[in-house]
């Protein structure tokens, strides 16, 4: 039997590029929003697929993502994962919204609070999962969680509106967390539900980065991208080497400490938290633009440095060497083996 070959392999090239399943559609929808922007308002499904569709599918994202976590981890898991969430999201997003008071929500040089949060808060749990599928082991690999947790505009939202910096209701944080909640309660009774909705990440992530794309002018990226590039080039080593001192000092991880290196990056899907948390909160609408286009340029630096680091800190400890017990571990849930890389 003869196999069908692709014409252009498409899929395959995206995904060579670090955040390539989300930034190449989010590129290319720019271009249409910038050049023909009227182009996709010609009304019925096109206009419902390719213009109007970010917030349903980044809503079955949540709620798909929720179904991966397996409450049934072990207490070296947790304890990874809590180590992750704390030195990757919450003190980040803490520093953040600590400097928001003094400076407003405008930031700094040109980098609003919105989008320090939305590229600083998260990480990138493909990545994660595949560089720990090399050279971590079971604790490292189930603490993925800590990505399903963070990745999403849940943490943005909750520090805006605790902070006061956001005017942000009280029901807007529930709704933007019921789908994950939701999610998390079928994917643990039914795990077959899990396995179902393993693979839609893939199949959303182009449609909704292609319906953002669609509102953003090139200009925007041109502005926002060279800010980003330097913004991408300090998440890696702040954030990582925050995630490098919890596995060194809490979780007593020594010379494998370099690892944490690997989580100092930004999540594909918090392209998408400029535009929910204006959503809640219009005063930040005018900062989407922008935010959206560095964070863009920050999922692409932070993937390729992040890796670097990691490797970088574990050969100088004499620790860069895959570990026998590299398999992903897909029987409870907690990984994949698939081609998604948030």
Sequence with gaps: MTQERSIFPMLKTMLKIPGGLMLVPLI?????GTFAPEALGIGSFTTALFKNSAMPF???????TGTQVNMRTGGPILATAGTILLCKTIIP????????????????WGVSILALLAAFDNSNGGLWLAYTGQYGDNRDRGSYIASAVNDGPFFSLLFLGASGLGDIPVIALVAALVPFILGVIVGNLDVQWRKTLEPVP?????????????????????????TGIILGFLISPITG????????????????????????????????????????DPRFLVYVETATAQVAACVLISSIMAPVLASWFLKRSGELKPVEDAAVIADDGLATDGIVKL
């Excluded at 290319?28 to 249409?32: A, F, T």
């Excluded at 980044?58 to 798909?64: K, S």
């Design 28 to 32: 290319l929808g720019s271009i249409i």
């Design 241 to 280: 080497f925050l995630v490098y001192l919890g596995y060194k000092y809490i979780l007593r991880r020594g010379g494998k400490s370099g690892i944490g290196f690997a989580a100092g990056t930004t999540a594909g899907n918090a392209i998408a938290t400029p535009a929910i948390v204006a959503a809640a």
């Design 58 to 64: 980044i809503a079955l994202l949540i709620f798909a």
């Design 202 to 226: 893939n199949i959303v992530i182009p449609f909704f980065a292609f319906s953002l794309g669609t509102g953003i002018n090139l200009s925007a990226i041109v502005s926002g991208g060279m």
């Design 93 to 108: 997003a803490s520093l953040i919204v600590l400097l928001g008071t003094f400076v407003g929500i405008d930031g700094i």
